[in-house]
């Protein structure tokens, strides 16, 4: 994928003779793509700016020619024809992406497509009809084809009684494993080659690890007693021999582990610290991963297990209390309840400083050892960031994630506010010159402390957030209706009082802002029409603000979150900085300080 500075497109990339060429043109960006097994064609999701689209394929080199039945986009002389690449499977509604494989051969491949309250699982030929094979109620995704394209796996909820089906096609036999809220189970993906019975690779959480194991329809779920981990993992399949690469994160940084599951030996595969956000193996073997740290953008490495060693790769001592002489470290704030985590940066010199949390969203996500330019660009123009991983986050075992009492939004805040006191007492963050920078579910944190705890905060940036969660839960995608379904123990009708004390209209009396809101226009995971609602109360009451527009959806495109940031600094400096900011104007509108009236 390629970053042409507005939309997101496909780019080929020749390794041996280093050609690139961008080979899409898609209105709206690429989200999702896949190549197929032999490497001649490559699949890319269409979508509008809702996210709902379809699945189209075309060759890799552009002097390639379609051949065959298959054909399109040609006229009956030969001509290319005007037009968008053909459909890669026809006869298919248009739904949101929930998933792609193919088959060994690439003479197979199958998508889910979620349609509404459904999604449909299709099978076919590359460029012929699509085959309808499954269809279930609420959000699903597609795990993996066999290596003979007669079996797909199914993934829902890891909870749910149906957490995993898998679909014989050629007789169409269900199997389902049963997850549990004691036994959640992930499906990765089938093991390589054509087996008369197909083995799958899975991860099973329960309240305290993570073990990987393996189902097959004879055996059922096999644990491997020895690959067991205090946090998130995800694993591959390394060749067709039943050797496993586990990807192990931990307090924002990853690890690479080789692992036999019949004997449990581990081997560390020798990588950089940091965090690998994506990788592969190659037919020779060697692991090509993509790989960053809080100074270095991502790139493109290569580890060969041949050389791996018998102990992790050292990685930086994480420090109780901040370097002031680096301006990169780590923050542990204690709690009753366990160790908050945080990154930070600070600019040169000593502080205090005006300071910036950067609060990450999902809520399971984690904020890492990576390269995020808005730390560089904050830390440039003089604050201190903190980016901080509150209980709800990934990468510190599943009671951190899961273990705060459907205290939704609450409890969240209650570690900033933790660390938020400690930067104080450290002399980091500058009192009364303290806030909150958010998108997304971070963006929700924002506006809930805005309300909650308006004494702590001096301003509020959120962007694309949750301001009316109840109206947001019912207006949202079926994926992220689930996952406020477990954050909560149910939906709005189910929990009502939990939805309203984290809601953050619930405390609109109490907010005194300032506060910058962003929303996108056509946002499917946010919806618009619950900020616009927000922004309305909050003009009624006469709270400092400035709403913000960007076309498109939940994630827009660069260059308009370009913009969205440059505006977003601007109010930030006008609050926090305002002998900086005096001057600074937008449309002939100056900037609001805390004391002017929102529009």
């Given at each position: 994928?390629?970053?042409?500075?507005?939309?997101?497109?496909?780019?080929?990339?020749?390794?041996?003779?280093?050609?690139?060429?961008?080979?899409?043109?898609?209105?709206?960006?690429?989200?999702?793509?896949?190549?197929?097994?032999?490497?001649?064609?490559f699949w890319w999701f269409d979508a509008d700016r809702t996210d709902v689209g379809v699945w189209r394929r075309q060759p890799v080199d552009p002097g390639q020619?379609?051949?065959?039945?298959?054909?399109?986009?040609?006229?009956?002389?030969?001509?290319?024809?005007?037009?968008?690449?053909?459909?890669?499977?026809?006869?298919?509604?248009?739904?949101?992406?929930?998933?792609?494989?193919?088959?060994?051969?690439?003479?197979?491949?199958?998508?889910?497509?979620?349609?509404?309250?459904?999604?449909?699982?299709?099978?076919?030929?590359?460029?012929?009809?699509?085959?309808?094979?499954?269809?279930?109620?609420?959000?699903?995704?597609?795990?993996?084809?066999?290596?003979?394209?007669?079996?797909?796996?199914?993934?829902?909820?890891?909870?749910?009684?149906?957490?995993?089906?898998?679909?014989?096609?050629?007789?169409?036999?269900?199997?389902?494993?049963?997850?549990?809220?004691?036994?959640?189970?992930?499906?990765?993906?089938?093991?390589?080659?054509?087996?008369?019975?197909?083995?799958?690779?899975?991860?099973?959480?329960?309240?305290d690890r993570y073990q990987v194991g393996t189902w097959r329809r004879d055996r059922g779920i096999e644990l491997s007693r020895e690959l067991s981990y205090d946090?998130?993992?995800?694993?591959?399949?390394?060749?067709?021999?039943?050797?496993?690469?586990?990807?192990?994160?931990?307090?924002?940084?990853?690890?690479?582990?080789?692992?036999?599951?019949?004997?449990?030996?581990?081997?560390?595969?020798?990588?950089?610290?940091?965090?690998?956000?994506?990788?592969?193996?190659?037919?020779?073997?060697?692991?090509?991963?993509?790989?960053?740290?809080?100074?270095?953008?991502?790139?493109?490495?290569?580890?060969?297990?041949?050389?791996?060693?018998?102990?992790?790769?050292?990685?930086?001592?994480?420090?109780?209390?901040?370097?002031?002489?680096?301006?990169?470290?780590?923050?542990?704030?204690?709690?009753?309840?366990?160790?908050?985590?945080?990154?930070?940066?600070?600019?040169?010199?000593?502080?205090?400083?005006?300071?910036?949390?950067?609060?990450?969203?999902?809520?399971?996500?984690?904020?890492?050892?990576?390269?995020?330019?808005?730390?560089?660009?904050?830390?440039?123009?003089?604050?201190?960031?903190?980016?901080?991983?509150?209980?709800?986050?990934?990468?510190?075992?599943?009671?951190?994630?899961?273990?705060?009492?459907?205290?939704?939004?609450?409890?969240?805040?209650?570690?900033?506010?933790?660390?938020?006191?400690?930067?104080?007492?450290?002399?980091?963050?500058?009192?009364?010159?303290?806030?909150?920078?958010?998108?997304?579910?971070?963006?929700?944190?924002?506006?809930?402390?805005?309300?909650?705890?308006?004494?702590?905060?001096?301003?509020?940036?959120?962007?694309?957030?949750?301001?009316?969660?109840?109206?947001?839960?019912?207006?949202?995608?079926?994926?992220?209706?689930?996952?406020?379904?477990?954050?909560?123990?149910?939906?709005?009708?189910?929990?009502?009082?939990?939805?309203?004390?984290?809601?953050?209209?619930?405390?609109?009396?109490?907010?005194?802002?300032?506060?910058?809101?962003?929303?996108?226009?056509?946002?499917?995971?946010?919806?618009?029409?619950?900020?616009?609602?927000?922004?309305?109360?909050?003009?009624?009451?006469?709270?400092?603000?400035?709403?913000?527009?960007?076309?498109?959806?939940?994630?827009?495109?660069?260059?308009?979150?370009?913009?969205?940031?440059?505006?977003?600094?601007?109010?930030?400096?006008?609050?926090?900085?305002?002998?900086?900011?005096?001057?600074?104007?937008?449309?002939?509108?100056?900037?609001?300080?805390?004391?002017?009236?929102?529009?």
């Amino acid at each position: 994928m390629h970053d042409d500075g507005d939309l997101t497109q496909v780019l080929a990339w020749n390794i041996e003779t280093n050609r690139r060429q961008i080979r899409t043109a898609a209105p709206n960006g690429v989200s999702a793509c896949d190549i197929e097994p032999d490497g001649r064609h490559f699949w890319w999701f269409d979508a509008d700016r809702t996210d709902v689209g379809v699945w189209r394929r075309q060759p890799v080199d552009p002097g390639q020619t379609e051949t065959g039945r298959h054909a399109a986009g040609r006229s009956s002389a030969g001509r290319v024809t005007a037009g968008p690449p053909p459909l890669a499977l026809t006869g298919l509604p248009p739904g949101r992406q929930h998933g792609i494989a193919f088959d060994a051969t690439g003479r197979r491949a199958a998508v889910c497509v979620g349609t509404g309250r459904q999604t449909r699982c299709y099978v076919g030929e590359p460029g012929g009809p699509g085959h309808l094979v499954a269809v279930s109620a609420g959000y699903t995704t597609l795990v993996d084809l066999t290596a003979d394209g007669n079996t797909v796996a199914l993934a829902a909820r890891a909870d749910a009684a149906t957490a995993v089906s898998v679909v014989r096609l050629t007789d169409g036999r269900t199997d389902t494993l049963a997850g549990s809220d004691q036994q959640r189970i992930w499906a990765l993906e089938f093991r390589p080659g054509n087996r008369p019975d197909p083995e799958l690779l899975i991860v099973v959480e329960t309240p305290d690890r993570y073990q990987v194991g393996t189902w097959r329809r004879d055996r059922g779920i096999e644990l491997s007693r020895e690959l067991s981990y205090d946090s998130e993992i995800t694993a591959h399949w390394y060749g067709d021999d039943g050797r496993i690469l586990v990807q192990h994160d931990r307090a924002g940084r990853s690890r690479l582990l080789l692992a036999d599951p019949e004997t449990g030996e581990q081997t560390t595969v020798a990588t950089p610290p940091g965090t690998i956000l994506d990788l592969t193996a190659a037919p020779d073997g060697a692991i090509h991963y993509i790989w960053t740290s809080d100074s270095v953008p991502p790139r493109r490495l290569v580890a060969h297990p041949g050389t791996a060693t018998a102990q992790p790769a050292r990685r930086p001592r994480p420090a109780d209390h901040p370097a002031t002489s680096t301006g990169r470290t780590e923050l542990w704030t204690d709690q009753p309840y366990g160790r908050i985590h945080s990154f930070l940066a600070t600019p040169p010199g000593t502080g205090p400083w005006p300071t910036l949390f950067l609060v990450h969203g999902g809520p399971y996500l984690h904020d890492r050892d990576a390269y995020d330019p808005r730390v560089e660009l904050l830390v440039r123009a003089g604050y201190a960031v903190a980016r901080t991983n509150y209980r709800g986050s990934t990468g510190y075992g599943p009671r951190w994630q899961r273990d705060f009492g459907h205290r939704v939004g609450l409890a969240q805040l209650e570690d900033l506010a933790a660390v938020r006191r400690k930067l104080l007492d450290l002399g980091v963050a500058e009192p009364g010159r303290t806030g909150l920078c958010g998108y997304s579910w971070g963006g929700y944190l924002v506006l809930l402390a805005m309300g909650v705890a308006p004494a702590d905060w001096t301003v509020g940036l959120a962007v694309c957030p949750i301001a009316d969660y109840p109206a947001a839960h019912r207006g949202a995608t079926a994926a992220l209706r689930e996952v406020d379904d477990e954050l909560f123990g149910g939906g709005p009708d189910d929990v009502p009082q939990r939805y309203h004390a984290a809601d953050p209209t619930t405390y609109l009396d109490r907010v005194r802002g300032p506060l910058f809101i962003a929303a996108a226009t056509d946002d499917d995971r946010c919806p618009p029409d619950q900020i616009r609602r927000y922004v309305a109360a909050l003009r009624h009451r006469r709270v400092p603000h400035r709403l913000h527009w960007m076309p498109g959806g939940h994630h827009g495109d660069a260059a308009g979150q370009t913009r969205t940031f440059d505006e977003l600094l601007r109010y930030a400096d006008a609050v926090l900085r305002p002998d900086r900011s005096r001057t600074t104007a937008v449309d002939g509108r100056p900037y609001l300080t805390a004391s002017q009236e929102g529009r």
